[in-house]
């Protein structure tokens, strides 16, 4: 019986039994095994760290404390007097502050809506083998070369009513456009819609860099299995791009919640206050001179912007996981 499970032992092959506990040759394969694993584990100097450290400190933690001290103060150039939470309770009392809420939420939906869904399209398109795709490419991507400003101005001569383009071109069709940027129903959405027009190139960009990066093996699969166009975009595409999604509703959801200067250059927050969001709110009581009480306004946008986009980041991060 000995003999036998000494045969039994030998007849082993040699990886597997140098790999039995007990035996030198095994624990030797173990050291080689463990070896780089444990050279891979090595530390850096804190000096490595201090440069990014001292920037991130100076850049946004010091000025993100000293905002959320001066909230609480009465404040000009000169002097700072701490009046507690006086600013936060002014400011929620204002007028305009429930529609500035509700404006700035719809406006970062639509925005960051309509640019996931034109720009995955786009980025099928422009992926495909079109000839002209490289001109193309170049064409989507201008506006985001454009300054916010210029866009702002330009459109607000074309949205002009009577007199812009947009009111010309509708009038060949019997149509009379309206007040697009003077009326409260349409204000909002005609602004957030020039949005979507000046960003959408780069969210173009995200998605085609993330459908280039898929195999086309597994295109080449689904072809085999008699799929068409359709099939791979919804079996493929689709889902594989998804982290390029996330990415650009995160870009474009904090985009939308403190977008401030396309805004305030075609319409200033009106009529009224029907495209007034927080950021624009805010600087309206800079220029009245209420320092503190704007600064506890870019607080309360800080905060928000916080609460809405950490969840989603959490959420959209252990989707990716789940990949």
Do not use: C
């Amino acid at each position: 019986m000995v003999t036998d499970a000494r045969a039994g032992s030998n007849a082993l092959p040699a990886g597997l039994r140098d790999a039995e506990p007990g035996r030198a040759g095994g624990r030797a394969r173990r050291n080689r095994v463990t070896g780089p694993r444990k050279s891979v584990r090595r530390t850096y100097s804190p000096l490595f760290y201090l440069p990014a450290g001292v920037v991130y400190l100076v850049i946004f933690v010091v000025p993100t404390a000293l905002s959320f001290y001066f909230a609480l103060t009465r404040w000009t150039l000169f002097d700072a007097k701490f009046i507690g939470l006086d600013n936060f309770r002014q400011f929620f009392s204002e007028q305009s502050l429930r529609s500035s809420l509700r404006n700035t939420l719809v406006y970062a939906v639509v925005t960051s809506g309509l640019k996931v869904v034109l720009a995955l399209g786009l980025g099928v398109l422009l992926t495909s083998r079109l000839r002209s795709r490289g001109l193309l490419r170049s064409v989507v991507f201008f506006p985001v070369l454009v300054s916010t400003v210029a866009v702002g101005i330009t459109f607000s001569v074309l949205l002009a009513p009577d007199t812009g383009l947009v009111d010309k071109v509708l009038a060949v069709f019997g149509v009379s456009g309206p007040d697009w940027l003077g009326q409260a129903n349409t204000a909002l959405i005609s602004v957030a819609l020039v949005d979507v027009w000046k960003g959408v190139g780069l969210a173009t960009v995200i998605y085609i860099a993330g459908i280039m990066s898929i195999p086309q093996e597994y295109y080449e699969a689904v072809s085999a299995d008699g799929g068409g166009s359709w099939a791979k975009f919804w079996h493929v595409t689709l889902p594989l791009s998804r982290p390029a999604t996330f990415t650009v509703i995160l870009l474009s959801f904090i985009g939308g919640l403190r977008s401030f200067d396309l805004i305030w250059t075609m319409t200033k927050g009106g009529p009224g206050f029907a495209s007034d969001t927080i950021a624009s709110v805010i600087y309206k009581q800079y220029q009245a001179g209420f320092f503190g009480l704007s600064t506890a306004g870019n607080v309360v946008l800080f905060v928000l912007v916080t609460l809405i986009v950490f969840p989603l980041y959490r959420y959209f991060n252990s989707r990716e996981v789940d990949l």
